[in-house]
């Protein structure tokens, strides 16, 4: 029996002893699995971060690219709206001009303008009562004095507009309204805020 015994304690002795190494390997085993789970979760929570914190730096860029695009809109339409201002307030005072002065600036108006000197000068039927005559004579003395001829007519004509004349030669007229060359000057200035002039105006001080 006692042979038999130790032969059973061996067995015994040798079963445990391969449990025991076979327990640790697979402690090891799990051990390194979790270590690995653990290292690619980590760089998968890393990963994300990065994500998400690029994403959040490229809405805050597109934010910032709308909220420059939307200061430079309101500013561009701040500085049309003081051209507008600006033009309406030169319409008024034209139109308030002394007599001595507004018939200067016709006179120079349609000298300016006229290409043969020989064009008839259309008024409105206020400006063709007051001071056509007067700016029509002024003219010729401009264009004489250029050395063009000074042959300007009063035309019987008139025209509905506010202020300023046009020059007429058969079937060929030169507007010089006020209100289209306010207009044609205004123009200029809304272009100008459109491109990329208006650094170079803006450095300047153009604009107020």
Do not use: W
């Not at 653990?38 to 909220?67: I, S, W």
């Amino acid at each position: 029996m006692k042979g038999i015994d130790k032969i059973t304690s061996r067995i015994i002795a040798d079963a445990e002893a391969e449990c025991a190494a076979v327990k640790k390997e697979s402690d090891e085993r799990v051990a390194a699995i979790r270590e690995e789970n653990e290292r690619r979760a980590q760089e998968e929570y890393l990963r994300l971060v990065r994500e998400g914190v690029k994403d959040t730096e490229q809405r805050v860029q597109r934010l910032d690219r709308t909220a420059r695009l939307e200061a430079k809109k309101s500013i561009l339409n701040m500085k049309q709206e003081t051209v507008s201002r600006a033009f309406e307030l030169a319409k008024g005072k034209i139109a308030e001009l002394p007599e001595r002065d507004y018939v200067s600036f016709l006179a120079r108006e349609a000298s300016e303008a006229a290409v043969s000197g020989q064009e008839e000068v259309i008024f409105c039927e206020r400006d063709r009562k007051s001071v056509g005559a007067k700016a029509v004579k002024a003219a010729n003395e401009l264009l004489a004095a250029k050395g063009m001829p000074g042959m300007l007519t009063l035309s019987d004509t008139t025209r509905e507009f506010s202020g300023g004349l046009m020059l007429k030669q058969g079937d060929i007229e030169v507007n010089c309204t006020v209100d289209t060359l306010l207009d044609l000057m205004k123009q200029a200035q809304v272009n100008i805020l459109h491109t990329p002039l208006l650094k170079i105006a803006n450095h300047l001080h153009v604009f107020p």
